[in-house]
T-cell receptor, first 117, second 113 residues
């Protein structure tokens, strides 16, 4: 069964450094997402991406964050200058984008644990 | 997305049925009811969704109240692998933006051997 993959599984970085989290969504999916989950807290939406542009972003997704689909398979999240509070699990998700709105299913990757020291 | 209310935690014994409730009294006519779950140290996983009628799939059943103000996710025979946080989420069929999922606290299901 196709699945969303994410690399690396764990990233440790120093505060102020740039990190890029990588995701390979399911191949025929059209919509892509990043969510994050701070330890012990809820899963929070960051951004959605469709047709090579951001379709929606949350208030968390400020100028320090950017997303890109550099080729036909990868979807990346970049954090330009990491802060301690960026430490979290980051989940990528994708969905087909067909069918009735509201019936869409999002498929999540296993996550990247980002630790900012 | 309209708000849902779930118990913080529930407990079950292995191989017994589990009924996970969700209240969504402000649901609109175009909201679909989705359930996701998150196993320990994993990403969320789709379980089931429905609009008005009860639904069954290989993972679970979804029972929807006639007034649609509540629903129940039914695991027919809980296994240890079903121990997870279960999220009830409403998705608007009229929404044409990025269609984010809004996760609440969910219900932490513990399955006892």
């Amino acid at each position: 069964e196709p699945e969303v993959t994410q690399t690396p599984s764990h990233q440790v970085t120093q505060m102020g450094q740039e990190v890029i989290l990588r995701c390979v969504p399911i191949s025929n999916h059209l919509y892509f997402y990043w969510y994050r989950q701070i330890l012990g807290q809820k899963v929070e939406f960051l951004v959605s991406f469709y047709n090579n542009e951001i379709s929606e972003k949350s208030e968390i997704f400020d100028d320090q964050f950017s997303v890109e689909r550099p080729d036909g398979s990868n979807f990346t999240l970049k954090i330009r200058s990491t802060k301690l509070e960026d430490s979290a699990m980051y989940f990528c998700a994708s969905r087909p984008g067909v069918g009735v709105w509201g019936t869409d299913t999002q498929y999540f990757g296993p996550g990247t644990r980002l630790t900012v020291l | 997305d309209a708000k849902t209310t779930q118990p913080n935690s529930m407990e079950s014994n292995e191989e017994e049925p589990v009924h996970l409730p969700c209240n969504h009294s402000t649901i609109s006519g175009t909201d679909y009811i989705h359930w996701y779950r998150q196993l320990p140290s994993q990403g969320p996983e789709y379980v089931i969704h429905g609009l008005t009628s009860n639904v069954n799939n290989r993972m679970a059943s979804l029972a929807i109240a006639e007034d649609r103000k509540s629903s129940t996710l039914i695991l027919h025979r809980a296994t240890l692998r079903d121990a997870a946080v279960y999220y009830c989420i409403l998705r608007d069929a009229q929404e044409t933006s990025g269609s984010r999922l809004t996760f609440g606290e969910g219900t932490q299901l513990t399955v006892n051997p």
